[in-house]
C-alpha cells in the first residue's frame, strides 16, 4: 500500500511542468489545448440543452446569459461567446455544425471569430429579413475566418459588412452602468426621429422646455406607460382583490375545462399583483398572464389561478408539468426556440 502511494506520488511530480523535458512538455502542451477544446463543444451541447429545458428558470434566473454568469461564473464576454457559438450551432444543419464543431476543437476557428460572424449573420438577417444568408454562405464566411486572429476577423467581417450594403459608419448602441443608480445609455438618431422628440417636448409645453434629454424621456416612458396600461388592460381598470382560501379551493377543485378567456381587467389586477414581473425570476420582459392549474388539468380563470410568468418559465412550467417529449419544437432557422405547447394548448 505505502509503495503504491510512493510510486504514484513519484509519477505525479515527473508530470509536474517543471519536471518535463522541453520535448514532453510542449507535447503535453498540445494535448492539453486539444483537450480544452473538445470540452468547449461538449459545454457547448450541455449548455444549448439547458436552454431547450429553460433549467436556468428553476434557479430563478432571467436568461441562459444570466445563467451563464453568475451560476457557471463566466465573464460577460465569456458566456456571450459560449451562447452566440452554441446558437450558430443550432442553426446549422447538423452536417454543417458538424463541420463547424471540428474547427473549435481543431484550433482553426475560435469562439470570438465564431461570435463576431454570428452578430454579422444576425445583423444581415435583419437588414434584409426575406434573404438572410444561407448554411453554405455561412460556412463560407467562417472559412475566411479560419486561423485569424479576433482583429483580423474583425476587419473581414466590417468588408464583409460593406459587401452587403450595411451601414458601418454608425457606432452601436451601448449601455454603461456608472452607479448603482445611473447608467449612460449611448444611441444614434436619425434626423426624423430627432425632429420628431422636439416636437413632444413642444407638445409638452412650456415646462418641457428647459428638460435635459433623459428627464424629456422620463416624461415620455411615464406617458407612454400610461397609454400602454390602457391599450392591455382597457381604461376602465379595477385595483387587484386580495385572494381568498375559498376561492383558490373552487378553482383548484373545479375539473370540467373552462373558457380559457381573460378580460383585460383581470390581466390588470394579475398584473398589479404580481408587480409587473414574473413571479418566479422577476423578468420584466416577454410576460404572460399564466394558468398555475393548467386549464386542460381543469384549473379555471380565476385571478387565484392566474400568475404572471416570462416565456422562459412559461416554456419551464410546461415541460415540468407535461415533459420535453411533448413539448414541440419549431423554426430553427430563426434561432430561437420556440417550444409550442402541443395538444393542451392551455397555459395562459
Ligand atoms: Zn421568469
Known amino acids: 500500500m505505502e509503495k503504491q502511494s510512493t510510486h504514484k506520488s513519484t509519477s505525479q511530480a515527473q508530470s509536474q511542468p517543471q519536471n518535463l523535458s522541453d520535448r514532453d512538455l510542449l507535447k503535453r502542451m498540445q494535448l492539453l489545448v486539444q483537450r480544452e477544446r473538445g470540452l468547449v463543444t461538449e459545454i ?104 485569424k486572429s479576433s482583429r483580423q476577423g474583425q476587419a473581414a467581417l466590417m468588408e464583409k459588412r460593406q459587401d452587403a450594403g450595411l451601414d458601418v459608419s454608425l457606432p452601436k448602441e451601448k449601455t454603461r452602468i456608472l452607479s448603482g443608480e445611473h447608467s449612460e445609455l449611448r444611441l444614434v438618431l436619425s434626423k426624423e426621429l430627432l425632429a420628431e422628440l422636439e416636437e413632444v417636448r413642444a407638445l409638452l409645453g412650456q415646462k418641457a422646455m428647459g428638460m435635459s434629454w433623459a428627464e424629456l424621456i422620463g416624461e415620455m416612458a411615464a406617458l407612454s406607460k400610461e397609454a400602454l396600461k390602457d391599450k392591455k388592460f382597457g381604461k376602465r381598470r379595477e385595483k387587484a382583490t386580495p385572494s381568498t382560501p375559498a376561492l383558490r379551493r373552487r378553482c383548484i377543485q373545479t375539473a370540467a375545462p373552462k373558457p380559457r378567456s381573460i378580460s383585460k381587467s383581470k390581466r390588470y389586477r394579475v398584473w398589479e399583483r404580481d408587480g409587473g414581473a414574473c413571479v418566479k425570476c422577476g423578468s420584466k420582459t416577454g410576460l404572460q398572464v399564466d394558468h398555475i392549474v393548467p386549464v386542460a388539468l381543469g384549473g379555471g380563470c380565476e385571478e387565484e389561478n392566474l400568475r404572471l410568468l416570462c416565456g422562459s418559465c412559461n416554456v419551464r412550467e410546461g415541460v415540468k408539468e407535461f415533459g420535453l417529449m411533448r413539448m414541440k419544437r419549431e423554426d430553427q432557422s430563426v434561432g430561437r426556440d420556440r417550444i409550442e405547447f402541443c395538444e393542451w394548448g392551455s397555459r395562459g
Open 44 to 147: 457547448l451541447h450541455h449548455l444549448r440543452e439547458v436552454e431547450r429545458r429553460k433549467l436556468y428558470s428553476d434557479l430563478g434566473y432571467k436568461s441562459l446569459f444570466d445563467y451563464t454568469v453568475k451560476e457557471l461564473g463566466y465573464s460577460e464576454g465569456q458566456a456571450a461567446r459560449r451562447i452566440q457559438a452554441m446558437r450558430l450551432l443550432r442553426e446549422l444543419p447538423q452536417e454543417e455544425a458538424k463541420e463547424l464543431e471540428k474547427k473549435i476543437e481543431d484550433g482553426s476557428l475560435n469562439l470570438t471569430n465564431i461570435c463576431q460572424a454570428q452578430s454579422f449573420f444576425n445583423e444581415v438577417k435583419k437588414a434584409c429579413p426575406e434573404n438572410p444568408l444561407q448554411a453554405k454562405d455561412k460556412l463560407d464566411v467562417l472559412k475566411e475566418l479560419e486561423h
